[in-house]
């Protein structure tokens, strides 16, 4: 049994594009002087248990800095054959990353975390946090917060229809992790799903949600990418990963 990672990366970060202006694919734009996507890939490379981190990349991606990538070392692989949505993107990239680890049979109970592009201030403390607390569940699991603040349910024209209770109630976060073989079939079943924890859902299983923090956020808006270097740099500053 071995740990790898995998992060899908054939999107374009559509709401980016139209609040910021610029052309370039979300996972590309620059934060703390290098892509965004590095920053993700870098921890991921780190991590000492986890023995290869796959980027599933679109097949014409022509924004992919091979020369800035290939100092993370022999961890990293590009898999270019992302799909249109990114549970192809993910259902494409265990059958490549198979292809290359010798087959879904030798690979399918190895441990897969999948993690989003656009999240660069993972740590390797929250994957390791992750890769404890999961353990030998069945289910797998997923990082996540709990939702701090009152939630409302609008009506078509934008008025309060209802508040929602907040208890019991979490924000997913990526890496989520699971079987090779149960994501996989988890994602042929339920090929319309945002995140893999809702696939395996799907089956019936109940995904171990693991406290993260707000730090590991997902950088969407324009704004987000300003947050996401603060807390970089601010890392950076005082020396901690």
Known sequence: MAYHALVPAAGSGSRM??????AVPKQYLPLAGQPMIRHALATLCATRAIEHVFVVLAPDDSHWPAAVMAELGPKLRVLRCGGDTRAQSVANGLRAMAGE?????????????VHDAARPCLTVAMVENLIAAV???????????????????????????????REGLWQAQTPQMFRHRLLLDALDFAPQVTDEASAIETLGLLPRLVAADAGNLKVTYPFDLQLAEWIVQSRKAAGSQ
């Open 101 to 113: 680890l010798g087959g879904e049979i030798e690979i399918g109970d190895d441990w897969v975390l």
């Open 135 to 165: 353990g030998a569940d069945d289910a797998g699991g997923l990082l996540a917060v709990p939702v701090a603040d009152t939630l409302k349910r609008a009506d078509e024209n934008g008025r309060v229809l209802q508040t929602v209770p």
């Open 17 to 22: 594009h139209a609040l910021s202006g610029r």
